[in-house]
């Protein structure tokens, strides 16, 4: 009888300790859902502004006939710098909690995205808002391109948004003085060195991605820095051949790096396209542009992989950074070519 009783005895001290160790268990599937259900919830495509938009929004705000020059390229860094820092789950790259720090993907499309709206900054403050190179320099933008050089992955405060985000004020500032015909601040020169001026900083920018690109597969590399001048040295020995490789786990954020840099130069070029217009029919160099932005509109496309493949040149799988690579090459050999125009033609 005693036996029976054990028996009947033992499952109920066993349920306990069962829902000590399930309702851990349980906790935790159902974080980890939540976490992923929120984890769609970032943009990881936004839709990039238009330039019909822009125009429409000065019509429909101001009495003028139509925008001054140089007011679709500071309106299209606004517009660009605000979709970055504020899209849909806002601003990711300095992000240190779950899920968010682990979407590498989103934070390496923010890295090179901001760093194209850092060079046409630069160029904004340097060159093209300067009648000459003794002339002074715009204080709104000196100071947006002063915050827009923050690191991004700063998190405390201040935080990296709150940077961006007094850059874009600063910008909007500068954009009043644009649009305002009774001061003299705020001017935009859109002159054929100027326009050369950006084009240069978008093809060295081409240039490192597609060479980023291009080492997701191994590949020997010649020792080109010192070729073409028999006088040329260099402070350290380089090697005569290298390899290079991407590391296996960093390919897919090169690649959202390169899809966030053409990205933001696809926004700036058809800017550039409106108000340089004068300047590129004059060197014939319109059609040029035109190609530059559809193979760089290519690099948009959706991905019918749900990650970034990487096989070999020739394997059957699908290598996706080469394919990118090629785009940002032809793209790259098209803004040499108008660069040439611009100061030789």
Not at 98 to 121: H, K, Y
Not at 219 to 243: S, Y
Not at 255 to 280: E, H, I, N, P
Not at 328 to 344: E, H, K, P, V, Y
């Amino acid at each position: 009888m005693r036996a029976i009783t054990d028996r009947i005895r033992m499952p109920r001290l066993r349920l306990p300790a069962r829902g000590l160790v399930m309702t851990p268990l349980v906790l935790a599937l159902a974080i980890a859902v939540a976490l992923f259900v929120i984890s769609f919830w970032p943009n990881a495509a936004p839709e990039a502004p238009k330039q019909g938009a822009i125009e429409e929004s000065f019509t429909a705000q101001s009495d003028q006939d139509k925008p001054p020059v140089g007011y679709y390229t500071t309106e299209s860094l606004i517009r660009s710098l605000d979709i970055i820092v504020n899209k849909r789950g806002g601003f990711l790259s300095n992000d240190v909690l779950p899920p968010f720090v682990l979407m590498d993907n989103i934070a390496a499309w923010e890295t090179g995205a901001i760093r194209q709206a850092r060079d046409l900054s630069l160029a904004l403050r340097n060159d093209i808002s300067r009648a000459q190179s003794q002339s002074n320099e715009n204080p709104n933008l000196v100071q947006a391109q002063i915050l827009l050089n923050n690191d991004s992955e700063r998190w405390i405060f201040p935080s990296a948004e709150s940077k961006y985000n007094g850059a874009i004020e600063e910008l909007k500032a500068y954009r009043k003085d644009l649009t305002n015909p009774d001061t003299s601040r705020g001017d935009f020169y859109a002159r054929a060195d100027n326009l050369a001026t950006i084009l240069d900083l978008m093809n060295k920018r081409l240039g490192s991605m597609s060479q980023n690109l291009a080492a997701s597969v191994a590949e020997n590399r010649r020792a080109t820095m010192l070729a073409n001048d028999p006088n040329a040295a260099a402070a350290k020995v380089q090697p005569v051949e290298d390899v290079s490789q991407t590391p296996w786990m960093q390919v897919d954020n090169v690649f959202y790096q390169a899809r966030g840099t053409t990205w933001t130069m696809l926004v700036y070029l058809k800017a550039l396209k409106r108000d340089f217009r004068s300047v590129l029919e004059d060197k014939n160099a319109m059609i040029s542009l035109e190609q530059i932005i559809r193979e760089l509109e290519y690099t948009q496309r959706s991905l019918t992989s749900p990650m970034v493949l990487n096989g070999s040149q020739f394997g059957i799988v699908p290598n996706y950074s080469l394919t990118m690579s090629s785009y940002l090459t032809r793209a790259n050999a098209g803004l040499i070519n108008i660069i040439s125009l611009l100061r030789d033609g």
